[in-house]
């Protein structure tokens, strides 16, 4: 089995071109838009993913992108433009978004899966200093319809590993986070800066690329 990406990264941004390959489709069914470890049997063979979403700015990829019917949506970060340290602000923010026609009708017809980079965590370049990070988080995860109960609410980050498909037909989605954690970052030299460094991540991530 060959799962072939649709890319969209960086595309929504005035002046940045879209790009990306496009594969056959496929559905399945299980929980919407959940971050998290979860294995289902249909496999998947289109994924689509994008990221730098500028809730202001014109989108007029939501279009081409439902299009390629994609069986998987990927935020890769900066799924919208956060910069504040106030969450009401960052409440109307997202909600801006999800009132966009055409990113409305993708979560309803497309499982959403996803992470965050700076914009989306708070601030430029931001980092484990961002003092507003926990409830950042709280906003994204509510972004891609996390449950309240999901074990994924209990992290400290937003990562996540997905399992798709049957054996012989599998295919395997980790997202990282290489915000929450991040030590303030240096021009030089750069060795030595943890982007992912808990010891309970570490041990996540050895076991999510195991199998």
Request: glycine content about 10%; proline content about 9%; hydrophobic content about 30%.
């Amino acid at each position: 089995m060959q799962v072939r990406p649709v890319g969209f990264a960086g595309a929504f941004r005035r002046g940045a071109p879209p790009g990306g390959l496009v594969g056959s489709g496929g559905t399945e069914s299980e929980p919407p838009s959940i971050p998290s470890e979860v294995k289902a049997q249909t496999p998947i063979t289109r994924i689509a993913f994008g990221s730098c979403n500028d809730q202001a700015a014109p989108q007029p990829l939501w279009a081409p992108i439902r299009a390629a019917e994609p069986d998987r949506w990927i935020w890769m970060g900066d799924n919208v433009y956060g910069d504040t340290l106030n969450m009401t602000a960052l409440d109307s923010i997202y909600a801006r978004q999800n009132r966009r026609p055409g990113h409305r009708t993708l979560r309803e017809s497309t499982r959403v899966i996803g992470t965050w980079d700076d914009h989306d965590h708070g601030a430029n370049d931001a980092g484990r200093s961002y003092p507003k990070r926990d409830r950042s988080q709280a906003h994204v995860l509510d972004f891609m319809d996390v449950p309240e109960d999901h074990p994924g609410r209990e992290r400290a980050g937003v990562y996540s590993a997905h399992t798709y498909g049957p054996p012989g037909k599998r295919a395997k989605v980790i997202l990282l986070d290489t915000r929450h954690h991040r030590d303030p970052i240096t021009r030089a030299p750069i060795s030595g800066q943890r982007y992912f460094p808990t010891r309970r991540g570490t041990s996540w991530a050895r076991r999510s690329g195991s199998g």
